[in-house]
């Protein structure tokens, strides 16, 4: 029960960084737009 939490959390940090990462690559790629 405790591995299983503690590998749903490891997945739950990996997806939140990865979303992280587009979001920023979404807003720079929207603020170039904006600039350009």
């Not at 939490?5 to 990462?21: G, L, P, V």
């Amino acid at each position: 029960m405790i591995v299983e939490k503690q590998n749903s959390m490891k997945i739950k940090t990996a997806w939140d960084s990865t979303i992280s990462e587009l979001e920023v690559l979404v807003y720079r790629a929207t603020d170039k737009r904006a600039h350009a």
